[in-house]
Every structure is written in structure tokens, then in C-alpha cells.
């Protein structure tokens, strides 16, 4: 999965049956996203179209707080957990402090905007994350 979503042309030209990676991995993301809608509805005792609205917008930043990469290639599962509970604490405490949902909204989408940053930091080797300097 690293390999197809790093670089597609690579891992063909590796021998990677990529369409084959793919299927599979949308197979179990689908899997998995019909586990997740029953959890949901046996908590709510109730089926819902609209109860997980805002959910993929906790999963996005869940995974890119854990350190997954817009570009591919790069993640690791216990980032993304972390990434998860730094979410959950995040909503759990603006909940607390009865924000708006609006609001919360705004918070999630400058929270994504500065992992997003930092993660384009990280790649150009600059700011916080340098550790040496490049030499011209």
C-alpha cells in the first residue's frame, strides 16, 4: 500500500499489481466503513442517513495530525490513533466548553490547516523541523 500510494509507476515498474492493491484496499475500507455505520446505529438504536455528517472531517484530521501525508506514501497506524485522540480530546473539550458546532468546525479546519503546514515544512526540511541546513 506504501508503495502504490507513494509512487503508482514505481511499484508497477516494480512488479506490484497496483489495481489489484487497490481493489483490496477499497474492499476493506468498505468493510470497515459498514462496521463503523453498524457500531454507530446499535448506539444510537436507531439508523440515521445524516448521524456520522461530520465524522470524515475528524478522520482527516485524525490521520494527518498522525502524521499521513496528502501526497501518499506516508502514515504509520499509531500516528494516526494518536491523531485520533488528539481529536477526540479536542471535541470532547470544546463540547465542554459549549462551542458552537460551527465553531468547532472552524477550530477542526485550522487544526488540519496547521498539520497540513507543518507537514510541507517537514518536506522542504525547514523551519522547526530542520535539522541541518542545506548548502547552497
Not at 10 to 34: F, K, M
Not at 90 to 118: C, D, F, P, R
Request: with cysteine; aromatic share 8%; charged share 10%.
Amino acid at each position: 500500500m506504501y508503495a502504490v500510494g507513494g509512487n503508482k509507476s514505481a511499484a508497477v515498474y516494480s512488479g506490484i499489481n497496483s489495481r489489484q492493491v487497490e481493489i483490496c484496499v477499497h474492499v476493506i475500507c468498505a468493510t470497515l466503513a459498514a462496521v463503523g455505520g453498524i457500531i454507530l446505529a446499535s448506539r444510537m438504536y436507531s439508523a440515521q442517513p445524516t448521524a456520522g455528517q461530520s465524522y470524515e472531517g475528524d478522520a482527516i484530521a485524525a490521520a494527518v495530525l498522525g502524521g499521513t501525508s496528502f501526497n501518499g506514501g506516508v502514515g504509520t497506524i499509531g500516528g494516526t490513533i494518536i491523531g485520533a485522540l488528539i481529536i477526540g480530546f479536542l471535541n470532547n473539550g470544546m463540547n465542554l466548553l459549549q462551542l458552537s458546532y460551527y465553531w468547532q468546525l472552524v477550530v477542526k479546519g485550522i487544526v488540519i490547516i496547521g498539520a497540513v503546514y507543518l507537514d510541507m515544512e517537514k518536506k522542504k526540511g525547514r523551519g522547526i523541523f530542520a535539522l541541518t541546513k542545506k548548502k547552497a
